[in-house]
């Protein structure tokens, strides 16, 4: 038996040999990373030449550069618990279990298996009427099989490895999407925190302006009783008291919103941290330096959404080969070796012993175009995924450039506002030394008070643009996560 075994052994092993020997080459067009020349970004020294006193901080953890504990431990809880990243680490599992799937069918399939049957026939039947007929014939009948099979199609064309190769890279691209709603959660979170850090500002700055008003107010009044104001400057007084408090339950509105938003972005119920952030009512963070401009080129190889989207067009490419590998003959093996008895005492004996080798031969001879048209399907579905990564390139500069500008012109905004604001002050507190002296009439008071609340709102809410810009800009830049120079390296 053991000879048999061997022989049996030998020729199956051989056969898998010569079959792998034949399957050393693949059909389809090899990948080659499309090359995507661009100039400098033209608004980077814009940028290069801001005056901080804040350093600029590294780009896979930016939001530590603004000097803000809180807006530090707020985008680290939501980078440990957001359910979007969550959602998204779930689906590169799926995409690797596919990936390892696709691989599984290079491979050969080996099961074991073992059965017993027993049966007592019919002597009417057409096997128990013939059978009947010879002595000592037993209806009781059993059977004992044990064994293994073992089968393998042989990837004659490649066209195995081509579509393991596609699910690899869908893989590394959903891989890169993961990176990217990471990058984008930590860039949600910081802009709702600055958000709410403006509007917090607001609302102080609208209290001191209902302060300043309810002061008006009771100046007016004494006046009126020395008989140096009438009704009207009383009325007037009022009026723009109420119109500042009129101001704050639409900050408010806009103040929860945020709070909210923040909340889900951290994984939790709207209200979770809402007291949180009310009690401690910070200033609104500076903006730190950007740090050294990357060539576009860098920035491409960095952002997660472009090495998703040329992680997909890898795949596109691999699915033309696997198409075009159906114009060749598909070759599979199978094998057997058990043991087959209708007694327990000999069933592992010589005698018992049953091999099985098949081999078959399958090729597409005419199918009505079918094969060309899945070959002319895979090739327009790589020529889309080429000219999305394109796009995805042009619009990722384009985001950049955009960011740039947003936050120089942001920044220069802010210091004439601050300028303003400093004149109005001025202004508003001679206003009121002159209305007190009689030399001016209320109403220059009450525009001069306009102007001023004005004008703290716009620093205030300048302030927190100036913030969110320079959010922008990290994120533009690919900044959120650490970017090894082996991930970094496939775009090449």
């Not at 279990?97 to 691989?103: D, L, T, W």
């Not at 037993?138 to 073992?150: C, D, I, L, P």
């Not at 393991?164 to 893989?171: G, I, N, Q, R």
């Amino acid at each position: 038996m053991n000879t048999v075994i061997s022989r049996t052994s030998k020729a199956i092993m051989g056969s898998l040999i010569v079959s792998a020997f034949l399957a050393g080459c693949a059909v389809g067009p090899d990948y080659v990373a499309p090359d995507i020349e661009m100039t400098s970004f033209h608004n980077a020294k814009t940028v290069a030449d801001r005056q901080t006193t804040l350093p600029a901080p590294k780009l896979d953890s930016w939001w530590t550069g603004f000097d803000d504990p809180e807006l530090v431990k707020l985008v680290q809880r939501a980078l440990a618990q957001n359910l979007s990243i969550q959602a998204s680490i779930a689906r590169v599992a799926q995409s690797r279990a596919a990936a390892q799937a696709a691989g599984a069918q290079l491979l050969p399939t080996v099961d074991a298996n073992a059965s017993y049957s027993a049966e007592h026939q019919s002597v009417q039947s057409p096997l128990g009427t013939l059978a009947s007929a010879f002595p000592n014939y037993s209806r009781n009948q059993k059977e004992y099989v044990a064994g293994a099979t073992a089968s393998w199609e042989i990837d004659l064309a490649g066209g195995l490895r081509r579509t393991h190769a596609a699910a690899t890279d869908e893989e590394q691209a959903a891989e890169a999407a993961q990176l990217g709603t990471r990058v984008t959660v930590a860039a949600d979170a910081a802009d709702a925190y600055l958000q709410i850090r403006g509007l917090q500002a607001a609302l102080a700055v609208t209290q001191d302006q209902v302060d300043t008003d309810a002061h008006l107010l009771e100046l007016v009044k004494a006046r009126k009783q020395a008989g140096a104001a009438d009704a009207r400057e009383v009325a007037q007084a009022e009026a723009l008291l109420r119109q500042a408090r009129a101001t704050v339950p639409s900050l408010r509105v806009t103040l929860e919103a945020q709070l909210n938003r923040l909340d889900v972005l951290m994984g939790a119920q709207p209200g979770t941290y809402a007291v949180e952030l009310g009690a401690h009512a910070g200033a609104i963070p500076e903006v730190p330096a950007i740090g050294r401009m990357d060539q576009p080129v860098d920035v491409l190889r960095r952002r997660p959404d472009i090495i998703a989207a040329e992680r997909h067009l890898a795949a596109s490419n691999e699915a033309i080969g696997a198409a075009l590998s159906e114009y060749y003959p598909k070759i599979s093996l199978a094998g057997a070796l058990g043991f087959d008895s209708i007694t327990g005492s000999g069933f592992l004996s010589a005698k018992s012993f049953q091999p099985v080798g098949t081999g078959a031969l399958q090729w597409r001879l005419f199918d009505f175009g079918k094969v060309d048209a899945e070959v002319r399907n895979a090739r327009g579905s790589y020529a889309e995924a080429l000219a999305q990564y394109r796009e995805a390139a042009l619009k990722a500069t384009e985001d950049v450039e955009d960011a740039l500008m947003t936050l120089s012109q942001t920044e220069i905004r802010l210091q004439e506002i601050q300028q303003e604001v400093d004149s109005l002050m001025k202004a508003r507190d001679l206003s009121e030394k002159a209305y007190r002296a009689g030399s001016i009439t209320l109403t220059d008071v009450l525009d001069a008070d306009r102007q001023l609340l004005d004008a703290r709102n716009d620093l205030d809410a300048t302030k927190a643009d100036a913030a969110r810009a320079a959010v922008r800009t990290f994120r533009s830049l690919g900044g959120g996560w650490d970017a090894p120079e082996q991930h970094v390296a496939q775009t090449n």
